[in-house]
């Protein structure tokens, strides 16, 4: 299976799913499936925002107590984030409406993110 | 009601919370309320952290088009962390075990937090 049947099949399970995407820390998106409906939003911007965002969470949680980070949100008036480290330089992201399903998001996220590592 | 009976009232409510705080985006506390069994973590140094992280979320946020952003969480393997805007100045923020109730920590936040913006 390739990266983009992984990205549809989450955005497929997800009620009110606008977008996923495996992303670089650099910001750099390596693959990303995005309904149609979901065009006005300039998901990309944000995503390289929340990019640098969650790599200095990242940072931020090797110095702490709390553990490695697995998961990081961003829920906004529009669009609620969820994204999910796949590996040391690799997440996945995905964007949905704010009246979507956010527990399916997280665990689809959850349980997709090892299929896409081990395609890495 | 005080800042600390919000607080308490939070963590009362919530499976698996450790603290609660009421914080200004310096990285200062207003108010906290700890379970005693979460003394060995340093909610603090991490809290620190996070609220330059939360600052840096809403000005990301201004510049794009996805909307004021009211509530951010960081799951990490020790620790999960919500995050909730109160006020320009000011957000909630609720620490739990990864094992507790995180539905009903964001809702608990959700309806807390115009009580306490009420008395800022």
Redesign the interface.
Do not use: P
């Given at each position: 299976m390739s990266f983009l049947s992984h990205l549809e099949s989450v955005v497929k399970q997800v009620n009110g799913a606008l977008a996923c995407s495996v992303m670089g820390f650099d910001g750099i998106a390596v693959e990303t499936h995005q309904v149609d409906s979901a065009a006005?939003?300039?998901l990309n911007?944000?995503w390289v925002?929340?990019a640098n965002?969650l790599s200095?969470?990242k940072t931020?949680?090797e110095?702490?107590?709390?553990?490695?980070?697995?998961?990081?949100?961003?829920?906004?008036?529009?669009?609620v984030?969820l994204m999910r480290l796949v590996s040391p330089e690799y997440f996945l992201v995905l964007a949905m409406r704010p009246s979507g399903n956010y527990?399916k998001g997280r665990y689809v996220l959850r349980i997709t993110a090892p299929k896409v590592k081990a395609e890495l």
């Open positions: 006005e939003l300039d911007a944000a925002e929340y965002i200095q969470v931020a949680a110095t702490l107590k709390t553990g490695t980070v697995a998961e990081l949100s961003i829920n906004s008036e529009n669009v984030t527990g």
